[in-house]
């Protein structure tokens, strides 16, 4: 996928390009799924537009839930990205809607930018920035190319960011409700932008803290356990996701392993802490260019994220506060895997202390067990292909 993305961006010989048109009125509402794209501020671009910036539908960029995302550019050579709805999508319009008003209505550095929409008989689709270097996930599983350690700190705080402002700086606040690796997208400058709006969900009831639905969505792997056995997302359900990738980035494993047999990736870690070596842990794609005592920091903080209740998880305010830490740290001193200085205990590998505390609770707690081995029983999960 990354090969392909870098072939295909020397690539628009030729291409007619168009203007997009009809830019509708700036609006300050914020509606739900159902209000109309009249709330849409971005332009607005025919079926047709469309056909003449992506070539003819020519390039596919990536498959998913909401059907395929296409390679294109606008008249200025700006490249961009076409998520066009599949007829056949699972996905329905509401979602289409929910992603095109939340990305009209709020700005942030870390959130990818829409630059408009298409909405034209049956044809649906969403132009964004267009973000060259792919998903987090692509990084994190791909065995030919690995991201430096400090490059990982900073997609992590950067997510972090996006995720505080949905939650802190949006009036009202929003869930995203689907924060996994593959809804992070990077940049050619590798900075990461949050994706995929079409599951947030805008929270304004009286005590501010939940929003009530009877579906559980997201991704197996990633859902909160508490938001499973109560329906109902809150902000600290996105921190319990965020909490999964963050151990990702660490460790380099999915969220989902499927090694002897199917494990959540916190049960992973816990099981590994608790033995207590921190180097069972982390990525060995990394060795040699990480601060232990800064992994060991992100690992404590994604332990944390992903506390079985709620009410144990930092805000993700706490958490950027936390990452800026690391991130000053690590830019302090960097002392490698391969550096051998067993005088220092405050860098030593062992993590006995910390693990000890925090797997008894996992193994204490049934209900994690299940959660941890076992995506939702019972409940509508969805969607699993975003
Ligand atoms: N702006 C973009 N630039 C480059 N690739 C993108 C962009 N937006 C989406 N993609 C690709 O398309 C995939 C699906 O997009 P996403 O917004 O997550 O929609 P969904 O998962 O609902 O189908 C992403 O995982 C990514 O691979
Ligand atoms: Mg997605």
Not at 88 to 114: C, D, P, Y
Not at 136 to 163: C, F, K, T, V
Not at 194 to 205: E, H, P, Q, V, W
Not at 330 to 338: L, P
Request: with cysteine.
């Amino acid at each position: 996928m990354l090969r392909r993305r870098k072939q295909q961006q020397g690539s628009m010989n030729n291409m007619t390009t168009i203007k997009p048109q009809n830019k509708e009125e700036m609006s300050t509402r914020h509606g739900g799924a159902s209000d109309s794209l009249r709330l849409v501020q971005n332009r607005r671009f025919t079926y047709k537009e469309l056909e003449m910036i992506t070539n003819g539908f020519e390039r596919v960029l990536a498959q998913g839930g909401f059907g395929r995302v296409y390679d294109g550019f606008l008249e200025d050579g700006t490249q961009v990205a076409v998520k066009l709805r599949s007829h056949s999508s699972k996905q329905g319009v509401n979602e289409f809607l929910t992603e095109a008003q939340i990305l009209n209505r709020i700005h942030h550095k870390n959130l990818v930018t829409m630059i408009g929409y298409c909405k034209d008989g049956e044809y649906m689709a969403l132009v964004y920035e267009y973000m060259s270097q792919g998903t987090l996930q692509e990084h994190i599983a791909g065995s030919d190319r690995s991201l430096p350690w400090r490059q990982r700190l900073r997609i992590a705080l950067e997510y972090a960011q996006g995720l505080e402002y949905l939650h802190k700086g949006c009036n009202p606040p929003l869930i995203h409700r689907d924060v996994k690796a593959t809804n992070i997208l990077l940049n050619a400058r590798l900075e990461a932008k949050i994706a995929d709006f079409g599951l947030s969900k805008a929270f304004n009831n009286h005590d501010g803290n939940y929003v009530s639905t009877n579906t559980i969505v997201g991704t197996p792997g990633y859902v909160d356990p508490e938001y499973q056995a109560t329906v109902q997302p809150t902000t600290k359900s996105d921190v319990y996701s965020f909490g999964v990738v963050l151990l990702e980035l660490v460790t380099g494993k999915p969220a989902l392993l499927s090694e002897m047999e199917p494990m959540n990736i916190i049960h992973w870690v816990r099981q590994r802490l608790a033995r207590g070596n921190m180097e069972d842990v982390v990525d060995v794609r990394m060795h040699g260019g990480c601060n232990v005592n800064v992994v060991s920091k992100v690992a404590e903080i994604a332990l944390n994220c992903t506390a079985l209740a709620s009410a144990q998880r930092p805000t993700m305010a706490d958490v950027v506060v936390q990452l800026q830490e690391c991130m000053e740290l690590d830019e302090g001193r960097t002392r490698d895997f391969n550096t051998d200085d067993s005088n220092n205990d405050d860098s030593s590998w062992n993590y006995n202390a910390y693990a000890s505390g925090q797997s008894t609770d996992v193994s204490r707690n049934a209900a994690f067990g299940t959660e941890l081995r076992m995506p939702t029983v019972g409940l509508r999960l969805a969607p699993t292909t975003r």
